[in-house]
């Protein structure tokens, strides 16, 4: 059985806010999420959240894939969200500006070192500008600052334009 809602899962950001607030399906706060190094990965019907600055992953069980798949969504909107509150309130020396750039493969390339982008927080990767959803890792892994694309449901070709959307 499901213990997250898409619906009210998140906290609203107040003004002021530093952390993130995960409530469960009973309205109680589970989960605190204090670094925006968090990488958020959709796997089935789980939203999983990696923090650089613990070791345990924490995982949101959702009623169906789909849900989880939105839920990751919002839960990137919201940690953008604290990041650009605390820019505007003189912290942006703490959070990085988030940035995109773009790279253009080789045909068939799906191995990409992206170490020189100095990433801290992976948020959305595009293709011919179009976000690609995540699910289930079906459609590229991002792990040590290397990008996998996994030829699904496309290979890549010359002509196609990634743009990585990252803190």
Do not use: H
């Not at 958020?40 to 992953?57: F, H, L, M, T, W």
């Not at 020396?93 to 990433?119: C, G, Y």
């Not at 290397?146 to 990634?162: G, R």
């Amino acid at each position: 059985m499901a213990n997250y809602k898409k619906e009210n899962f998140i906290s609203p950001v107040q003004a002021g806010d530093d952390v993130l607030k995960i409530k469960n399906k009973q309205n109680i706060t589970t989960y605190l999420i204090r670094d925006v190094k968090c990488t958020v990965i959709e796997s089935g019907v789980n939203v999983i959240i990696k923090q650089d600055s613990q070791a345990k992953e924490i995982i949101l069980d959702f009623s169906t894939a789909i849900e989880a798949k939105e839920a990751g969504v919002l839960l990137r909107t919201a940690l953008k969200s604290i990041v650009d509150m605390l820019e505007t309130n003189g912290m942006n020396n703490i959070f990085a500006d988030v940035r995109t750039s773009s790279i253009t493969p080789t045909a068939n390339q799906t191995v990409f070192d992206l170490s020189s982008l100095n990433i801290r927080f992976l948020i959305n990767i595009y293709i011919n500008n179009q976000i690609i959803i995540n699910t289930n890792n079906s459609r590229y892994t991002y792990s040590n600052s290397v990008l996998t694309w996994l030829n699904q449901p496309f290979t890549l070709d010359e002509f196609d334009t990634i743009q990585i959307q990252y803190l």
